[in-house]
């Protein structure tokens, strides 16, 4: 900081004995962070106050419940992880500094396949093979808690302030009860139905698979084939343009007739085709079929294929295909067509935007039962989820002549050959393309559709659409994208064939596969995990988890294997923290369901954010908080995705605590990542590297100095005594009185949005412009020239009382470490142990005095056209301090702004303070006049003439001032005589 760092080299160039006559700076607050030693020592402080436990629950205001999404419990904190609960905790301090009750209990997610695939992978062969599903779950269960250990200590070290020690972990027994009870509610309701999904399905290990558990392997090829499917029936429109263009329905239907092409590399799941679907929006061309050369000509005489793609069909069909006429895919809906290979008619559908013209025909085979995009396009047209595979992948009764075959095996030839039979097999050959394979047994995979769990969102959904509308949506665009993707969402599969994770409750009939699941079994299971928690599921048999009611026919039922999406655990969470659900009960008694605020990132609207409106509204009609804030993600500052391969990645624990080599990662402390949080605008995606974490140690170190040097100067000052009431203030003092009055306001309101980034550029503009540039540099004279105790300086020091409390106050919900390292090196005693027992700054309304504006801006200007003459001479070398420096203004026509501005600095009732010579931080000033004898410098502006010439006198030694009285005091032959009354 220019102020402090000018009068230190002045003291140190001075005479020593004069030296120690001036008033020093005097503070242990030290101008070096030391980070890593005070940001532990402050913490523990905090924790031995209880202070925040204190304040949340002692404070008188309202509570307010920010309630955490939980980050899963895996891996090393990124800085995404510190984008978030730093956010949260900025929040938080902010409300217990105006007063809230706010108690913020930190969560994590604990279940899933992640953790169990970690386990899986941890494990040896041998050991694998051992492994029960109550041995995985208690590795899991370890694992876990290791994970959230590590990464709570991460979260603690950043200075964030919780429930560290009571988190919620959706592992906990009082959790899964709550969520069995959410469940159980939705059940009730009539919300959650079993149906068909295809999922994953490795027949060669009979199980369904994870994404995570699949691989690619380079190379795969599959069989694929073009095929022509007949049409029997043409939607009454698309009959009378076929008709206009030459074609008769009576032709086109007709044995031989029009068909439409389809691809497909999976020959096995035509057996089950139940439809094909075009985009509604591509262009279709309605051909001529004409034989080349030699090629057999298909049992077909016109062929719908996407217009696009037709030059390109011709070469790969050999076909000539003359177009007729061209309609849009939306025209073709309702077409009837008959299965090549079975007894049966099925239609064209409008599928979606995964039909493109990248390859194949633009017209797609849909097997509901075989793929996700066949299974919700047939949702649409209600089509049933045909699956005539078993687990093994043999082909069903179902599939008709094909019964017996197997997907992996004979399944696909035999097909060919009786498609090639018919005569509408178009062409097949070799397709190389990326193709799932199961992990474990390294063979490829299928799509299957198997029994699973749904919550019907159907039911429920314009009562969510309801509940969106009474939330407020910050930034609002949120609002739009959940409420899209609610309207839009098919049923929610709630089911996962895995073990680590809690259970869905239900009961198979062994012999008839009847559902048991009511009002009594989810009661009693819900008892049972409340009591052992969700690993009773599988430590008993079917007798030890029933009701006493079906004691007598245990025996018949099967327990299901099935657990919950872990979407399910983490969006259950207002009822197992916030205590939202009857039996359930809140972790504190601050929290409130619905919650104050929930803020997550915004890929969240997809996730935790709806999956915890969707359980809430199912159960309770309502949403689960009432305002929601989203944040962008972490890049690089070239605006990448942060990547080990690009070697771009901030690691939050190297910002704080330094790296390896400390000289060239070195440690910043907590408080620089905070301000990192603070600085940037999150509503979109925000940059993060090297060069802004210099830039943002640079203001870090400026508000430290601003706040030292404040410190430094108080040393002597005890406000009980020393200080000057408002009203006996100079101008400049009251001036700058007003801009942290201002600047108190403008942070207030900052808070309020939730916009820090505005908070970090007004702090930054109020320690290097008001502060450094303007008071504190005008002030020196006055706090180190002055006698300790005379009133320029008692006046000051007050000025500087009363900022350096409210600063710290205003940094504290960021900069937490060093507004308390502040308030602890306050020089004089004040009532409340932490800066966070002081509340929320406020000022004094006869500081906002706006009056004082106009001429202070007026003269600050007149100000930097001087600064900016003496910086000529000094560059120039004609001058050295501005105190060697005199300057005469001569002010004319279009200055009376100025002119009106001095006047009121005239009349100022303190002339020693509230004088321009001093604000000019030169030894003289005339006003009026102008002397063209020995300027060093002119300049005029807006009727202003500013003239430098060098000072008249002698330098005083102790005050570098240049006077004429200089040798006139025999005792100190070399100081002026205001220095000498202030030593005398
Ligand atoms: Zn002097």
Redesign the pocket.
């Known amino acids: 900081m220019t102020a402090s760092t000018a009068s230190e080299s002045s003291a140190n160039a001075g005479q020593i004995s004069y030296k120690d006559t001036l008033n020093l700076l005097k503070t242990p607050f030290n101008m070096r962070a030391n980070s890593q030693v005070r940001e532990p020592e402050i913490q523990a402080f905090w924790a031995e106050q209880r202070l925040y436990e204190r304040l949340s629950e002692e404070n008188t205001g309202p509570c307010f419940t920010l309630h955490d999404g939980p980050p899963y419990a895996n891996g090393a904190l990124h800085v995404g992880h510190a984008l978030n609960k730093i956010l949260k905790d900025i929040i938080n301090k902010t409300a217990l500094l105006q007063g809230k009750r706010a108690r913020f209990v930190p969560g994590w997610d604990c279940h899933g396949l992640p953790i169990e695939l970690k386990v899986l992978q941890g494990l040896k062969s041998s050991e694998r093979a051992e492994l029960t599903p109550v041995s995985l779950r208690k590795k899991a269960h370890a694992y876990a808690l290791e994970q959230v250990e590590g990464q709570k200590a991460g979260f603690r070290r950043w200075g964030i302030w919780a429930d560290w020690d009571q988190p919620y972990l959706t592992l906990q027994k009082d959790y899964e009860a709550a969520q069995i009870g959410v469940f159980g509610a939705m059940v009730l309701a009539g919300h959650i139905y079993r149906g068909l999904k295809p999922v994953h399905w490795s027949p060669s290990s009979r199980t369904a698979l994870a994404e995570a558990e699949l691989e690619y392997p380079d190379g795969h090829s599959s069989p694929s084939v073009f095929a022509a499917f007949p049409a029997v029936e043409l939607p009454s429109e698309l009959a009378g343009t076929l008709e206009q263009a030459g074609l008769s329905p009576a032709q086109a239907t007709a044995k031989g007739g029009l068909a439409v092409a389809i691809w497909t590399t999976t020959p096995w799941t035509l057996p089950a085709n139940l439809a094909v679907s075009v985009n509604e929006r591509l262009d279709y061309a309605i051909c001529a079929i004409e034989a080349q050369g030699d090629n057999p000509a298909p049992a077909a005489s016109h062929l719908v294929v996407a217009a696009e793609l037709r030059e390109s069909l011709e070469t790969s069909l050999g076909l000539t295909l003359k177009p007729l006429v061209s309609v849009k895919g939306s025209a073709l809906e309702g077409l009837q067509y008959r299965h090549p290979l079975l007894e049966r008619t099925s239609p064209v559908v409008i599928g979606g935007d995964y039909i493109t013209t990248e390859a194949g025909t633009g017209l797609v085979h849909t097997a509901p039962g075989h793929g996700v995009d066949d299974f919700n396009t047939g949702r649409k047209y209600k089509l049933p989820v045909l699956c005539p595979v078993d687990e093994a992948g043999n082909l069903t009764a179902e599939a008709g002549p094909f019964a017996g075959t197997n997907v992996l095996k004979d399944a696909n030839p035999t097909i060919i050959s009786a498609l090639e039979e018919t005569g509408l097999l178009l062409k097949q050959e070799r397709y190389e393309h990326r193709y799932p394979y199961d992990w474990r047994t390294k063979k490829p995979t299928i799509f299957r559709a198997t029994e699973q769990w749904f919550a019907s969102v159907e039911g429920f959904r314009q009562a969510a659409l309801d509940a969106i509308a009474q939330v407020e949506w910050l930034p609002a665009s949120g609002r739009n994208r959940i409420e899209a993707m609610v309207s839009e969402r098919g049923d929610w599969c709630i089911s996962r064939q895995r073990t680590w994770g809690v259970p869905i409750p239900v009961f198979y009939h062994r012999e008839t596969g009847e559902v048991l699941l009511n009002e009594a079994t989810l009661s009693h299971i819900q008892g049972l995990i409340a009591e052992h928690g969700a690993d009773v599921w599988w430590e008993r048999d079917e007798a030890g988890l029933l009701p006493e009611t079906y004691a007598a026919e245990a025996s018949q039922w099967r327990k299901g294997t099935d657990t919950m999406d872990v979407w399910f655990d983490s969006g259950s969470s207002w009822a197992g923290v916030l205590g939202g659900i009857e039996g359930a009960s809140s972790r504190a008694p601050q929290l409130h369901y619905p919650a104050d605020l929930y803020l997550e990132g915004s890929d969240q609207h997809r996730g935790w954010f709806q999956s915890s409106l969707l359980t809430s509204v199912a159960v309770n009609g309502h949403a689960p908080y009432k305002r929601v804030l989203t944040h962008g993600f972490t890049l690089d500052e070239k605006g990448r995705k942060m990547s080990k391969s690009l070697g771009n990645v901030v690691d939050p624990a190297v910002l704080v605590s330094g790296g390896k080599n400390q000289k060239q990662e070195p440690p910043y402390g907590a408080d620089v990542l905070r301000l990192w949080v603070s600085s940037v605008d999150y509503s979109a995606d925000v940059p993060l590297g090297p060069g802004i974490v210099k830039q943002l140690a640079d203001v870090y170190r400026k508000v430290r100095n601003t706040a030292r040097y404040l410190l430094g100067n108080l040393h002597d000052f005890d406000p009980s005594k020393d200080a000057v009431p408002y009203e006996e203030l100079p101008l400049l003092d009251q001036w700058m009185l007003q801009r942290t009055a201002s600047l108190i306001d403008s942070v207030s309101g900052d808070f309020e949005r939730y916009e820090f980034y505005r908070f970090f550029q007004a702090l930054q503009n109020f320690c290097v412009v008001d502060l450094s540039n303007v008071y504190l540099d005008i002030a020196k004279d006055r706090l180190y020239?002055s006698g300790a105790n005379d009133f320029r300086r008692r006046s000051c020091q007050t000025v500087l009382a009363l900022v350096v409390e409210r600063l710290a106050g205003l940094i504290a919900p960021v900069l937490c470490h060093m507004a308390e390292d502040i308030w602890q090196n306050l020089p004089y005693s004040v009532a409340e142990t932490s800066v966070f027992e002081r509340g929320w700054p406020t000022a004094p309304e006869q500081w906002r005095n706006s009056a004082l504006e106009q001429p202070m801006n007026q003269i600050l200007e007149l100000r930097a056209l001087v600064n900016r003459q003496l910086e000529s001479c000094r560059s120039a070398a004609k001058l050295g301090a501005s105190l060697e420096a005199q300057v005469q203004l001569s002010l004319g026509e279009g200055s009376e702004a100025t002119q009106a501005a001095l006047t009121w600095l005239e009349n100022s009732a303190h002339p020693k303070v509230d004088n321009l010579a001093d604000w000019l931080l030169v030894s003289a000033l005339e006003i009026g006049g102008s002397n063209p004898e020995a300027v060093l410098a002119e300049a005029s502006e807006n009727g202003i003439t500013v003239q430098i010439r060098k000072a008249a006198g002698q330098k005083?030694?102790?005050?570098?001032?240049y006077?004429s009285d200089?040798g006139e005091h025999a005792a100190h032959p070399t100081?002026?005589?205001?220095?000498?009354e202030?030593l005398s």
């Open positions: 020239v005083c030694e102790r005050c570098w001032h006077e200089i100081l002026c005589g205001r220095c000498v202030v």
